[in-house]
């Protein structure tokens, strides 16, 4: 069996390939899909599977073969969409405090967004001071290894010290 590629104008494609290995049938798949972006020209999210073809399951056939693989891309597709929301809906609101000291002031805040790649953060306190400032995390930032999360999904000591920055130039901005 050969692996096969299938496309879209929307920039939705999905690769399948089987490969023999040590006497072992391996199937890897692959499909990316792009998500909806403010500030970014392209941004693509990709669901991944691959395992062994038991032997049982090679003896009964082809058809046999790819409807096990089919019920087991569906099962590691469908964990990955979950993640999916989970990480969106924390993108949304994921209500992160963060605070730093600024000539004597007690700056206080939160990271209000994380969607798009963009950190937003607003300031609460001191109260005259409130406000909200951004910055993108794209190409550039990735580039000089300058990233939001770190490997478990949480906030990069990077994003934490930048937010602590965006408090500071909040109060600054709000100041004068």
Request: glycine share 6%.
């Amino acid at each position: 069996m050969k692996g096969f590629f299938r496309g879209k104008p929307t920039g939705e494609c999905a690769l399948l390939r089987y490969l023999e290995k040590n006497g072992e049938l391996h199937y890897e798949y692959k499909k990316r899909f792009s998500v909806p972006t403010r500030h970014h020209y392209k941004v693509y999210r990709e669901y991944k599977s691959r395992g062994v073809v038991p032997k049982d399951v090679i003896n009964e056939g082809n058809m046999a073969i790819m409807r096990h693989v089919k019920s087991q891309i569906d099962r590691d597709t469908q964990e990955q969409k979950k993640q999916f929301e989970i990480w969106n809906a924390f993108d949304k609101n994921p209500n992160f405090l963060v605070s730093v000291e600024h000539v004597g002031l007690l700056l206080e805040g939160r990271i209000i967004s994380s969607e798009d790649s963009t950190l937003i953060v607003r300031m609460e306190e001191p109260e005259q001071y409130q406000g909200e400032d951004s910055v993108i995390y794209g190409i550039d930032a990735a580039l000089s290894k300058r990233y939001m999360f770190d490997k478990d999904r949480t906030f990069s000591d990077d994003a934490i010290e930048t937010a602590k920055n965006l408090l500071i130039k909040i109060y600054q901005k709000q100041k004068h």
